[in-house]
Every structure is written in structure tokens, then in C-alpha cells.
């Protein structure tokens, strides 16, 4: 130290006071540098935006799939419980069959979706690894340099310095090894954390890949399950044509021999008539004036009409009368006074009640449940023949109508009694 407060150096020159307080400064900042706690953990970067809304829409498509599907699941249910045509138990299946191969492709791409995720994780994670190992051996080998050159290496290499222009440069170069030895502990703690998180992250894409599987398979065996039940659908229905083809024929042949039978009374009652050339004509109950007026022979709701009907099958039927519906066991009226000519099982029409109201005119009453009355029987206007029944199994029960003037089948609802 000299007079003028100036410290000597090696070689015989002195260095101002203050410049030995800015080198302390100087070195108190590198060493506070190099020892400063490092920064908070850095948050590992969030999955593309583009991949959670892949993953999102894929989601809420299977949810929405498998929403339509409960909705058909529910009508199934409900067709299953109720007497229902085929075609439309068929049409259900078919469309359950679509929902859940929909199902099943939504799973396939969701699956695929993953699988690229976890590849490119595991691409990620090798990268980061491999990374790790290299930053760590550098970190290692600063360490170790640190420890070799000891704890005051940054203060003497600071005050060895010759002039005030070395002691700046050699801050400066102090400064950026601290920030490179800073930025290696840094990028050595965020690759830790991405490792961990990318771990982390294959195992809950390998979780949703497991369910995904599992859930495919499910909906795999579902739809053998309704492919299965489709075909059996159509074998019922198939079943159910060939039946209903074979009782249209039975219908035809029995309304042909309903026919052939009021003939047959008719020309009985022509002999009869012929055999007593002196006796009075027995004229018809049946009037003109009847025409729209009778009584309904039971109240109820039309099941189906007289002339030709397309039913639900694409099959033909033509009807002789009129279907009426009403509850098993309601009382069914005659429409006019006459006389029982037929009363037993006569093929489709089940029990039947044929009255002939005189001159060929003829009333018929089809799938009975009970019979009141008996062949050759009169009866008047409004008098119980018999009880509604079921006799057509695709049909719920009720009465079959006919009116036969002169034994030709016509419309029973214009001689019955308008509805208001």
C-alpha cells in the first residue's frame, strides 16, 4: 500500500484504491452469480391443440354414437313388449348394427390416434433421454472443474488481472461461463421433469388404449350379436310371409266356400218355393229403407274394410266385410229379424253365425268367441247371437261383418247407421 492509498501489484505498479473495491464488487456479483439457487422447476410444454381436439371430437362422437344407440335399444325394448310388425323389429336392428359398426370404426381411428401419440412420446422421450445423458456428463465434468479450481479460482482470476480493461474482460467471461453453467442446470432440471411427464403420459395413453381395446371388443362381439339376431329376424319374417301367404289362400278358399254355401241355401229356397207355386212369397226383413240405417251389430273402431287392403308386408287381402273391434266377450246384435242357417267353426272365420233374412238376403258373423244361438233358430232385430272373439292372430279381436244381399258381398258400412 502506498502513501497516496494505492496497492502495489507484482511488477511495481499500483492499482487505485477504488479499483480494488469495484474488482470485490465485481467478483461479489460473479460468485453471487454462480451461486445462485436456481430457477423454478419450468412447466412442461402442453400437447398440441390440434391433438386434444382430435381426441375431444373423437369422444364426444362416441358418446353421441353410443346415445343413439340406448335410443334404439329403448324402442327394441319396446317392440319386444308390445305385438309389433317385423319389418319394423328388423329395421331397428339393422339400425342398431350400423350405430355399433360406427361404434367399432370410432374406436379403430381413436385407437390409431393413440397409438401415433404414444409414438410420438416414446420418439420424445428416447430424444429427451439421450439428451439427458449428454447435458448431465457436461454438468458432471463442470463440476468437477469447479471443484479442482476451488472456491476463490473467480476472485483471484479478478484480481490478477493487470489493468482495469482484463479485470472487465475477465467478468465478462466469468458472466457467460455462469450463464452457460446456469443454462446447463436448468435444461439438465427441465428435460428430468419432461422425462417424468412423458412417462407419465405413456402410461395413461397406454391406459386409454387398453380401454379402447377393450371397449372395441365388446362392440365387436355386440354387433356378431346383432348380425345374429337380424338373421333371425328375417327367417321370422321369412317365416311369417310363407304364413301369411298360406292363411290369405286358407281365406280365399273359405270365403269361396261361404259363397258357394248361400247359393246353396238360396237354391234350396228357390225349390221350396218352387215346390209351393200357392204359397205367399216370404219377402225380405231386409228393406230399401235399411239402406244406412241399421243398428251397428257391436260398437267399436274399424280394423280394417270391405274390398281390397295392402297390408304391412306388401301382401293383398280382400276383405268380404268389415273387421270391427271391440273387447273379447262384447255381445254382437243381429242387424235384422230372420233365421239362423249356420252356427259352428267354418275354417278362418272361425265360430260363425250366418242369419238369412229372407228372398237371398243374408247377414254374417265371423270370429265369434262364444255362440248364442243354433241352426234354424229365429231371431229378432237386436238379439244377441254371440260374443266378440279372436280368431286372426295378426289381429286383435273383433268382429267380422258381412252383409250379402242376394248373396253377393257388399259394403256392410253403407247399410249401417252413419257415426256422428
Request: net charge positive; proline share 3%; with cysteine.
Amino acid at each position: 500500500m502506498t502513501a497516496d492509498g494505492r496497492r502495489e501489484t507484482g511488477d511495481g505498479r499500483a492499482w487505485p484504491l477504488r479499483w480494488t473495491r469495484v474488482a470485490l464488487l465485481v467478483l461479489c456479483a460473479a460468485v453471487s452469480g454462480v451461486c445462485r439457487p436456481p430457477s423454478a422447476i419450468a412447466q412442461q410444454p402442453a400437447a398440441p391443440q390440434s391433438a386434444a381436439d382430435r381426441a375431444k371430437a373423437q369422444r364426444d362422437e362416441l358418446d353421441r354414437v353410443r346415445a343413439e344407440r340406448e335410443r334404439l335399444e329403448q324402442r327394441m325394448r319396446q317392440i319386444q313388449g308390445t305385438v309389433h310388425d317385423l319389418n319394423e323389429e328388423r329395421t331397428n336392428i339393422e339400425r342398431q348394427a350400423d350405430a355399433t359398426a360406427r361404434l367399432v370404426r370410432s374406436l379403430d381411428s381413436q385407437i390409431g390416434a393413440l397409438e401415433g401419440e404414444v409414438d410420438d412420446a416414446t420418439g420424445g422421450l428416447v430424444l429427451a433421454q439421450d439428451e439427458l445423458v449428454i447435458k448431465r456428463s457436461m454438468l458432471q465434468r463442470r463440476v468437477r472443474e469447479i471443484y479442482k479450481r476451488g472456491a476463490l479460482y473467480s476472485l483471484e482470476a479478478l484480481l490478477s488481472a493487470q489493468s482495469f480493461g482484463a479485470l472487465v474482460a475477465r467478468y465478462k467471461y466469468l458472466h457467460l461461463v455462469t450463464q452457460r453453467d446456469r443454462a446447463l442446470v436448468r435444461r439438465v432440471e427441465l428435460l428430468n421433469d419432461q422425462i417424468m411427464g412423458t412417462r407419465t403420459q405413456l402410461v395413461r395413453l397406454r391406459g386409454e388404449m387398453e380401454i379402447n381395446r377393450e371397449q372395441k371388443s365388446d362392440e365387436e362381439r355386440r354387433l356378431r350379436e346383432l348380425e345374429d339376431a337380424r338373421g333371425r329376424s328375417l327367417e321370422r319374417a321369412q317365416q311369417n310371409a310363407r304364413q301369411t301367404e298360406q292363411r290369405l289362400q286358407q281365406i280365399q278358399r273359405d270365403e269361396k266356400r261361404l259363397g258357394d254355401l248361400l247359393a246353396t241355401f238360396e237354391a234350396e229356397r228357390r225349390r221350396a218355393v218352387a215346390a209351393r207355386p200357392n204359397a205367399p212369397a216370404a219377402a225380405s226383413t231386409l228393406k230399401t229403407s235399411d239402406f244406412g240405417r241399421l243398428d251397428w251389430p257391436v260398437e267399436g273402431a274399424i280394423l280394417y274394410r270391405f274390398g281390397r287392403v295392402v297390408n304391412a308386408n306388401n301382401t293383398t287381402t280382400r276383405w268380404n266385410g268389415v273387421g270391427i273391434g271391440a273387447p273379447a266377450g262384447t255381445a254382437v246384435r243381429a242387424v235384422s229379424t230372420g233365421s239362423v242357417v249356420l252356427a259352428e267353426s267354418f275354417g278362418t272365420y272361425g265360430l260363425t253365425v250366418i242369419v238369412s233374412h229372407g228372398d237371398g238376403d243374408f247377414s254374417v258373423y265371423g270370429s265369434l268367441s262364444r255362440l248364442d244361438v243354433r241352426k234354424g233358430q229365429g231371431v229378432q232385430k237386436g238379439q244377441i247371437v254371440g260374443t266378440v272373439g279372436r280368431t286372426d292372430p295378426d289381429l286383435d279381436a273383433h268382429l267380422h261383418f258381412e252383409m250379402r244381399p242376394k248373396g253377393r258381398a257388399v259394403d256392410p258400412l253403407e247399410w249401417l247407421r252413419q257415426r256422428r
